[in-house]
T-cell receptor, first 114, second 115 residues
Framework: AQSVTQLDSHVSVSEGTPVLLRCNYSSSYSPSLFWYVQHPNKGLQLLLKYTSAATLVKGINGFEAEFKKSETSFHLTKPSAHMSDAAEYFCVVIEGDSWGKFQFGAGTQVVVTP | NAGVMQNPRHLVRRRGQEARLRCSPMKGHSHVYWYRQLPEEGLKFMVYLQKENIIDESGMPKERFSAEFPKEGPSILRIQQVVRGDSAAYFC?????????????FGSGTRLTVV
């Protein structure tokens, strides 16, 4: 069985400061991990994905995430927040042999202050 | 190449009416997945379909909900006799026939409001 826990429901950062969104997962098989972003009343946009290649994954808009198997974590970071980063972020896991049955975290709402 | 198209974007239904949500997958994608997002929650898997087949409906409520993906036309998620608790955003994703965790694309969702 697979599950994912996003450790913070809300994160508030100042523009220009680093962003850290924490995600822990559990999976019986080799997982694939994703981060999606959802802006208000919009669909889901893929930020980045880990699929058993390099453990440090670079995504769009300056985001990156590191897969740490020993810690079962896949935290999302960005060195410098921009106002446009205000959105909800979802950590998602899918087991290696599954078809599209994603397990979504509950989401982290990011607020960026000027 | 258009992405996953969902319509309508917003749907308002009175209690007891039927809601029909449509999803057209990306060109070349033959697998469709429906998810529901309740307020303040993450997305929950509902059903996985291939053309003319339901592969996994373990996330579908036992009553009032059904899904189909006909040989021609979009996938339809149908909710009969809607209740207030059905108010949510419903997202569709599609993927190509090749077994892959890489090729999932989500639509923009249909926001259902039951009044």
């Amino acid at each position: 069985a697979q599950s994912v826990t996003q450790l913070d429901s809300h994160v508030s950062v100042s523009e220009g400061t680093p962003v850290l969104l924490r995600c822990n997962y559990s999976s019986s098989y080799s997982p694939s991990l994703f981060w999606y972003v959802q802006h208000p009343n919009k669909g889901l946009q893929l930020l980045l994905k880990y699929t058993s290649a390099a453990t440090l994954v670079k995504g769009i808009n300056g985001f990156e995430a590191e897969f740490k198997k020993s810690e079962t974590s896949f935290h999302l970071t960005k060195p410098s927040a921009h106002m446009s980063d205000a959105a909800e972020y979802f950590c998602v896991v899918i087991e290696g042999d599954s078809w599209g049955k994603f397990q979504f975290g509950a989401g982290t709402q990011v607020v960026v202050t000027p | 190449n258009a992405g996953v198209m969902q319509n309508p974007r917003h749907l308002v239904r009175r209690r007891g009416q039927e809601a029909r949500l449509r999803c057209s997958p990306m060109k070349g994608h033959s697998h469709v997945y429906w998810y529901r997002q309740l307020p303040e929650e993450g997305l929950k898997f509902m059903v996985y379909l291939q053309k003319e087949n339901i592969i996994d409906e373990s996330g579908m409520p036992k009553e009032r909900f059904s899904a189909e993906f006909p040989k021609e036309g979009p996938s339809i998620l149908r909710i009969q006799q809607v209740v207030r608790g059905d108010s949510a955003a419903y997202f569709c994703a599609s993927s190509p026939p090749e077994r892959s965790n890489y090729g999932y694309t989500f639509g923009s969702g249909t926001r259902l409001t039951v009044v």
